[in-house]
């Protein structure tokens, strides 16, 4: 038998699909709310799936679980692809916000450990490296790189 506290020692389990349900709901009625209300309502929905696989995340303490960090990971990549296939640009951003605390997460427990403190200097390696990659890309490709977010702001 399920004792009664595990919803709320599991808030994954109801605010997953508390989080879906607004979603479909605001999807349905986008037309009747208007442009900032609906975009209220799917952040608020889109903020019930991260925030519950988050919390959970930092509640069993990481380190303790690789299954919720992947959980979260996997929300986050989901999300982010269902933004650019249905041009969603919040599923975007919000799948990229929670894929980047998921990574800082995992980045900071590892580093904290007294034997690990090399895990900040790769990390800001890489980092690093990511940035002026970035900056390369959008140099040599601007107009693209332009085109491209003048076509994502048209994204709902």
């Known amino acids: 038998q399920q004792h009664p506290t595990t ?3 599991r808030p994954q389990l109801w605010l997953i699909p508390l989080g879906l349900i607004v979603l479909v709901a605001e999807h ?13 309502v799917r952040y ?10 988050t919390i ?11 299954i919720l960090p992947i959980m979260l990971v996997l929300l986050a990549v989901a999300g982010m692809l269902l933004g650019i ?10 799948g990229f916000s929670a894929l980047l605390v ?22 800001g390696i890489i980092l690093g ?8 890309v959008f140099e040599k490709h601007r107009n693209e790189v332009l085109k491209m977010f003048d076509n994502m702001k048209r994204w709902q």
């Open 28 to 40: 349905l009625n986008r037309d009747r709310l208007g442009f900032w209300p609906s975009l209220s």
């Open 7 to 9: 919803g709320l020692q």
């Open 56 to 66: 959970e995340m930092f509640k069993d303490g990481l380190g303790h679980s690789v």
């Open 85 to 94: 296939l249905f041009r969603v640009r919040a599923f975007l951003l919000a």
């Open 102 to 123: 998921v990574v800082f997460a995992q980045i900071w427990h590892a580093a904290i450990q007294p034997d690990r403190t090399w895990i900040w200097w790769v990390s």
């Open 44 to 53: 608020a929905g889109l903020l019930c799936i991260y925030l519950s696989s």
């Open 129 to 136: 490296i990511a940035i002026l990659s970035l900056f390369a």
